[in-house]
């Protein structure tokens, strides 16, 4: 027998390299087959629910690192919930219908217009599928655990069908109405768009100083008087009917040149350096309130433009007289039905002119700019022609700007709920985020009637039927009826059937003396859809509650998922949806950049699962703030993945050093452990309940750096770095040995669990290394804050001891640095103490060497320190060389080594036990 083989060396199979990428792949595999998730809504069917209802991705490409760091975020959320007495189930989601669908059917080739409306659905629906299909495999592999085969989709019939009894509920209230009003329109699309699908990009656009005509001064002005106007959108002229002014605002007529012109007093200045004025003369003074009503032409078409009155009117730029076109505008718009203006909108669904704009008609709006600016030119009209660079809006799928364009729409009176609304988002909901209600409110407060239909095919239709007079049907019949046509057929069924095959059997209206009806054709915002989800999913799934715990999105939800959810459930169920909501920022790259496939700075997270493994993602995601924007690069992975490593390995070897460790047989009860085991014990409590109150507050930064703390200082660092001394040495049995063990138990138990949310497919692992009574750590529980009754006590002394070996340790570091010593159990340390220090140092025992990892120790009076010491006011420290020889088996040195006469290379205390237990060690140690 080998000397070696007297040592308890740590044994253990559970690898030091994961092989993240391979292995995760196989536990997921166990995990479905032995229906873990379910095991554990079974077992905690009867506890309080949380529910966190899952803002549903749109169905479309492969998912991208903002969804990862999305689902990751919920599913760690879930899991804790889950272990910490929550019935917690997760039911993902899909959004599905819309204008990308479309367009990537375009994209492949078809051609719609060689199809009907529903043959072209069925693709969209089928492509929709196929989309799911990927994208569920992706958040599997990521190891998000849910009702997978079950989620709930926008195009599912049965969710059709309660969108459509929603829609119906808020008709009922008089909360949907139609009307022409200017809307984002998307020349590029062939559709409105909600501001949630607006996006602001730099573009050129002209800016030109114009000139009205006044027709009718009535005596307020000299009939001469020009009226001076600045605009940005020389194509929106056509459709002038007005010119407003502030009723407050100070108006000067002035003279230049011999002519007259009228400008707001508070901005006659710059405009007379932005047109070149000379010799400004003011002629007269008039208040914006006594223009009202006087008359100019249109600069260019023989028709007249009203003087009217508007709040809107500012100081800030321009020159105080708007140019207003009511069809182009949602202040001009406003402005104009005040004074019952025709409103004029002479674009059409493709951004090209009308009729309605003589001279233009077929070109497109922007290409029309420059004729209209010569146009004015040739008119006298023009003072002023140049360009300028600002920030316009776009269409976020297809990257083309938009217009205002008026036309007849279907709408949601945000104002009659508004203020119900926004009492909610003060009163009954959390908003985690620190920005968050702030956003919200101010969204809410400036929101104008939202838009709700779209001139789509792929949708949920608006279910309204039309009788011969033209009048509206939507009554509480025809919802019913076509809801549960919805859900029996799903929504095609709208396409394929006439109206009157969509509406009850025998139904008459007085509108329809010949009983011919007609259909709506415009679909449903997507909004709409997924902002149902409260009424389709939370109130239809028996396992799910209204309202929901939680609503988790990116910021950008704010405007988007929060917002019309909120608004439609303030509708129909005058409460929000949700009692808290928490958002996160956006994955830029290593930089800050946002991420872009034309910069190439793109992280696919489905290569970071293949690379490194799911683990290191999910331990990314709980090592940044993702309240806000957050940095992702492959050197940011590597130290992630050199986090995971210290955690694997810290675990690694205390589960070598619990190998033949007994949790019944061995454990030790914490009143029988030794002082240094209890502090440990207390230590890891308070671990436990800092990792908990950082799981209340959704801080999983400070989750992972609590856990990777501990494990590397106080665990690696100290606890076991000093152990090996115990654990290595001491027979299997020996009772500071069982102590350890039973320390390194508990930190490697319940810090599994607790890692658990994060790094389930690792933690799972570790797991299946201890004999525990569940299967699988998912089906535990965290861990209960432990109260122990010596925690003031040992909190006193052995932190200050921490802080002593601290120094200790500096004073090693240097001694290996000068050569006086080699490794640190070569060192004698000679300590001269004050009474406070020595009086610690008592209380730490006769162990003082082992836990220093020193092989002597002489403690001395402060008062007797040579000149040539480290000092720490309190106590100053000198490192020796240790006195006698090394042991060959516990390698410290000491006096007696090669005086025992049995046994000459070891210590007293190695030769007690080789000589008593392993005798044969020293015959072959002999030979």
């Known amino acids: 027998m080998k000397m070696k083989e007297t040592l308890n060396l740590g044994k253990t199979k559970f690898p030091m390299r994961g092989n993240l990428a391979v292995k995760e792949v196989e536990r997921q595999k166990e995990w479905e087959e032995a229906g873990v998730y379910w095991q554990r809504q079974e077992k905690n069917k009867d506890k309080t629910p949380f529910i966190l209802h899952d803002g549903p991705p749109y169905a479309n490409g492969n998912i991208h690192i903002g969804h990862a760091m999305n689902k990751i975020t919920k599913d760690i959320i879930v899991r804790e919930k889950s272990m910490t007495g929550y019935r917690a189930p997760y039911v993902p989601g899909w959004d599905t219908h819309g204008l990308p669908i479309e367009q990537a059917l375009t994209n492949e080739g078809v051609d719609r217009k060689s199809m009907t409306v529903a043959e072209f659905r069925r693709l969209c629906e089928e492509y929709a599928w196929k989309q799911i299909e990927g994208q569920r495999e992706d958040f599997k592999r990521l190891g998000v655990a849910g009702d997978w085969e079950n989620p709930y989709v926008t195009l599912d019939p049965e969710y059709e069908a309660q969108q459509v009894r929603l829609f119906g509920d808020m008709f009922a209230k008089g909360l949907i109405y139609k009307g022409l009003k200017p809307v984002y329109w998307s020349p590029s699309s062939e559709s409105t768009l909600a501001e949630a699908e607006v996006e602001y990009k730099d573009v050129e656009s002209y800016s030109i100083y114009i000139t009205f005509d006044l027709k009718d001064s009535k005596g307020k002005i000299p009939e001469d008087t020009k009226l001076v106007i600045w605009t940005t959108t020389p194509w929106t002229l056509p459709a002038n009917t007005a010119v407003a002014v502030h009723p407050n605002f100070d108006y000067q007529v002035v003279l230049v040149a011999g002519q007259h012109y009228l400008v707001a007093a508070e901005l006659l200045e710059a405009v007379s350096q932005e047109l070149a004025w000379e010799d400004v003369e003011v002629v007269s003074t008039v208040k914006g309130q006594e223009l009202e009503y006087l008359v100019a032409e249109h600069p260019f078409y023989d028709r007249e433009s009203l003087l009217i009155l508007g709040e809107h009117v500012t100081a800030d730029s321009g020159t105080g007289l708007v140019h207003t076109a009511g069809g182009h505008g949602e202040d001009d718009y406003y402005a104009a039905k005040a004074y019952n203006l025709d409103i004029l909108s002479p674009v059409d669904g493709q951004g090209k002119f009308t009729s309605e704009a003589p001279g233009l008609e077929g070109k497109f709006y922007a290409d029309a700019n420059a004729e209209i600016v010569e146009l004015l030119a040739n008119k006298g009209a023009l003072l002023k022609e140049s360009k300028f660079i600002h920030s316009y809006p776009h269409d976020w799928r297809t990257k083309k700007p938009v217009i205002y364009r008026a036309t007849p729409q279907w709408f949601c009176s945000v104002d009659q709920i508004k203020e119900r609304t926004l009492s909610a988002i003060e009163h009954d909901v959390n908003w985690i985020h620190p920005s968050g209600q702030r956003r919200i409110y101010n969204m809410i407060e400036g929101r104008g009637d939202w838009v709700i239909s779209r001139q789509r095919a792929w949708g949920v239709p608006l279910p309204i039927f039309y009788a011969e007079d033209g009048s509206e049907i939507c009554t509480p019949e025809t919802i019913a009826h076509v809801a549960n046509l919805f859900a029996e057929f799903g929504s095609n069924v709208w396409f394929e059937r006439e109206a009157k095959d969509?509406?009850?059997?025998?139904?008459?209206?007085?509108?329809?003396?010949?009983?011919?009806?007609?259909?709506?054709?415009?679909?449903?915002?997507?909004?709409?859809?997924?902002?149902?989800?409260?009424?389709?999913?939370?109130?239809?799934?028996?396992?799910?509650?209204?309202?929901?715990?939680?609503?988790?999105?990116?910021?950008?939800?704010?405007?988007?998922?929060?917002?019309?959810?909120?608004?439609?459930?303030?509708?129909?169920?005058?409460?929000?949806?949700?009692?808290?909501?928490?958002?996160?920022?956006?994955?830029?790259?290593?930089?800050?950049?946002?991420?872009?496939?034309?910069?190439?700075?793109?992280?696919?997270?489905?290569?970071?699962?293949?690379?490194?493994?799911?683990?290191?993602?999910?331990?990314?995601?709980?090592?940044?703030?993702?309240?806000?924007?957050?940095?992702?690069?492959?050197?940011?992975?590597?130290?992630?993945?050199?986090?995971?490593?210290?955690?694997?390995?810290?675990?690694?070897?205390?589960?070598?050093?619990?190998?033949?460790?007994?949790?019944?047989?061995?454990?030790?009860?914490?009143?029988?452990?030794?002082?240094?085991?209890?502090?440990?014990?207390?230590?890891?409590?308070?671990?436990?309940?800092?990792?908990?109150?950082?799981?209340?507050?959704?801080?999983?930064?400070?989750?992972?750096?609590?856990?990777?703390?501990?494990?590397?200082?106080?665990?690696?660092?100290?606890?076991?770095?000093?152990?090996?001394?115990?654990?290595?040495?001491?027979?299997?049995?020996?009772?500071?040995?069982?102590?350890?063990?039973?320390?390194?138990?508990?930190?490697?138990?319940?810090?599994?669990?607790?890692?658990?949310?994060?790094?389930?497919?690792?933690?799972?692992?570790?797991?299946?290394?201890?004999?525990?009574?569940?299967?699988?750590?998912?089906?535990?529980?965290?861990?209960?804050?432990?109260?122990?009754?010596?925690?003031?006590?040992?909190?006193?002394?052995?932190?200050?001891?921490?802080?002593?070996?601290?120094?200790?340790?500096?004073?090693?570091?240097?001694?290996?640095?000068?050569?006086?010593?080699?490794?640190?159990?070569?060192?004698?340390?000679?300590?001269?103490?004050?009474?406070?220090?020595?009086?610690?140092?008592?209380?730490?025992?006769?162990?003082?060497?082992?836990?220093?990892?020193?092989?002597?120790?002489?403690?001395?009076?402060?008062?007797?320190?040579?000149?040539?010491?480290?000092?720490?006011?309190?106590?100053?420290?000198?490192?020796?060389?240790?006195?006698?020889?090394?042991?060959?088996?516990?390698?410290?040195?000491?006096?007696?080594?090669?005086?025992?006469?049995?046994?000459?290379?070891?210590?007293?205390?190695?030769?007690?036990?080789?000589?008593?237990?392993?005798?044969?060690?020293?015959?072959?140690?002999?030979?």
């Open 502 to 927: 969509l509406l009850p059997t025998g139904f008459t209206h007085p509108g329809s003396p010949n009983g011919e009806f007609t259909k709506e054709k415009d679909i449903m915002d997507v909004w709409f859809d997924s902002g149902s989800s409260h009424h389709g999913v939370l109130r239809a799934r028996e396992e799910l509650q209204f309202p929901a715990d939680m609503y988790l999105e990116g910021s950008d939800q704010y405007r988007g998922w929060f917002n019309s959810s909120l608004l439609t459930s303030i509708a129909v169920n005058d409460q929000a949806p949700y009692k808290s909501v928490l958002s996160q920022g956006f994955v830029n790259d290593g930089e800050g950049r946002k991420m872009s496939k034309s910069i190439g700075n793109t992280v696919s997270p489905n290569d970071v699962v293949g690379q490194r493994g799911a683990d290191i993602l999910r331990l990314w995601v709980a090592s940044v703030d993702s309240y806000y924007d957050v940095r992702i690069s492959d050197e940011i992975l590597g130290q992630v993945a050199e986090s995971y490593r210290r955690i694997r390995n810290t675990i690694r070897f205390m589960l070598g050093n619990i190998a033949d460790f007994d949790s019944a047989a061995n454990y030790v009860p914490y009143e029988d452990l030794d002082p240094i085991d209890q502090f440990m014990l207390n230590q890891l409590n308070e671990v436990v309940k800092e990792v908990r109150s950082a799981y209340d507050r959704y801080d999983f930064m400070g989750v992972s750096q609590t856990i990777l703390n501990f494990l590397t200082l106080q665990m690696s660092n100290f606890y076991m770095d000093y152990s090996k001394d115990v654990t290595y040495i001491e027979l299997a049995d020996d009772p500071k040995r069982r102590n350890m063990q039973t320390v390194m138990y508990e930190v490697v138990r319940k810090l599994t669990i607790l890692l658990t949310p994060i790094i389930p497919h690792t933690t799972e692992e570790i797991w299946s290394y201890l004999d525990e009574e569940e299967d699988y750590v998912q089906l535990a529980d965290f861990p209960e804050v432990e109260s122990y009754s010596n925690h003031d006590q040992l909190n006193e002394l052995w932190p200050a001891f921490l802080t002593f070996r601290d120094n200790v340790n500096k004073s090693l570091e240097a001694a290996r640095e000068d050569k006086r010593i080699g490794k640190s159990l070569q060192a004698k340390l000679v300590i001269y103490a004050d009474d406070h220090t020595q009086s610690l140092l008592a209380d730490i025992g006769e162990n003082l060497a082992t836990y220093l990892i020193v092989s002597q120790v002489e403690i001395k009076d402060l008062d007797q320190a040579p000149e040539k010491v480290d000092n720490y006011d309190h106590y100053a420290l000198v490192v020796q060389t240790a006195e006698g020889q090394e042991c060959q088996r516990c390698r410290a040195y000491r006096p007696e080594v090669g005086t025992i006469e049995e046994a000459p290379q070891l210590c007293q205390r190695c030769a007690n036990i080789v000589i008593n237990h392993f005798p044969e060690a020293l015959a072959e140690n002999e030979e």
